[in-house]
């Protein structure tokens, strides 16, 4: 287990803010990925149906016990809420963990079958073809919240009143759609949410976002939110810069937000990605081009210019 030096969750932290949440008015959840063997198996045995329900889609499989479980808690003292808050807090503070097997708390005035069924029907979304979508997974939260329109989160968010999950710095987030949207016949639960096909490219992108971000923490970084729109921008600027591998991608963005988010618009950076598509080099070979002062004074020329008090060493157009 490698723990994050910077950023060491706390459980207590965590519980902390949920129960300053915690909606008595409502119905309480925990939502759990189960496609793995789950560190809470055990403890999940003594519930009973009437209490967890899997959730079903009539368009994606799961093996047998390995769809995503929700679980109805009695309240603020259930023992799996503090189950699943300490089994949250210990996977997001090893960063060598690749599971994120609590997906969240939720709260609804709607029974375990009706959110179960309503939440299964959202396993799908479309965008020519259908997709499926892994909300069970707290990771993919940020970067929907970022990329659907009002309607869209209105439909994923449909009968839940609170949808809380811990984000990678173990900071609870709130996954929630506008409240001023009504009810329409969009809402039709026979219906996949529609995607269009940049949203669709933008959540493609995820999972190299991901790949950036478990980097960042491995190398001592404390986790920030707004990493995540930084780098969609920046692996969005390698695609247009001509990088088709996804490693160049990340590598990418990781400059952009250790040396500066515009680093590509410095002339240095401008001829050496000029140089990667006229020799066709990956990036990682061609900003080696550049050593470790040219890249800090990169950084300060660009520092500078945003500060609009520019007293670098090098030209920037």
Request: proline share 6%.
């Amino acid at each position: 287990m490698t723990l994050d030096p910077l950023s060491t969750p706390s459980p207590d932290t965590l519980k902390s803010a949920l129960l300053e949440r915690f909606d008595t008015g409502h119905n309480a959840f925990v939502l759990l990925d189960m496609s793995k063997r789950h560190p809470l198996e055990e403890q999940l045995s003594s519930y009973g149906i009437d209490k967890k329900q899997s959730l079903q889609h009539i368009d994606v499989e799961f093996p047998p016990n390995q769809a995503p479980l929700l679980v109805q808690l009695s309240g603020r003292d259930d023992p799996l809420l503090d189950a699943s808050i300490e089994l949250a807090a210990q996977q997001i503070g090893d960063v060598d963990q690749p599971l994120r097997q609590v997906g969240g708390w939720l709260f609804s005035d709607r029974s375990l079958g009706k959110l179960a069924y309503w939440l299964g029907r959202q396993l799908c979304l479309q965008c020519v073809n259908y997709h499926r979508w892994r909300f069970y997974d707290p990771r993919t939260l940020p970067h929907m919240s970022m990329v659907l329109d009002d309607k869209q989160m209105a439909r994923l968010c449909w009968g839940v009143a609170e949808w809380y999950y811990p984000d990678e710095g173990c900071n609870l987030q709130a996954f929630k759609a506008p409240s001023d949207v009504p009810e329409a016949p969009w809402m039709n639960p026979l219906v996949c949410v529609g995607l269009k096909l940049d949203q669709w490219t933008t959540l493609c992108r995820s999972g190299e976002v991901g790949q950036a971000i478990q980097l960042r923490r491995r190398q001592g970084h404390a986790y920030k939110p707004e990493w995540i729109p930084q780098l969609h921008r920046l692996i969005a600027q390698a695609v247009k810069q001509g990088f088709i591998d996804p490693a160049d991608w990340v590598a990418y963005a990781i400059h952009g937000v250790e040396i500066y988010p515009q680093f590509d618009r410095h002339v240095l950076v401008k001829n050496v990605l000029s140089r990667a598509g006229a020799e066709g080099l990956n990036f990682s070979t061609a900003i080696s081009a550049l050593n470790e002062e040219a890249l800090k004074g990169i950084a300060n020329d660009l520092s500078d210019i945003y500060a609009a008090t520019f007293n670098g060493l090098y030209c920037y157009e």
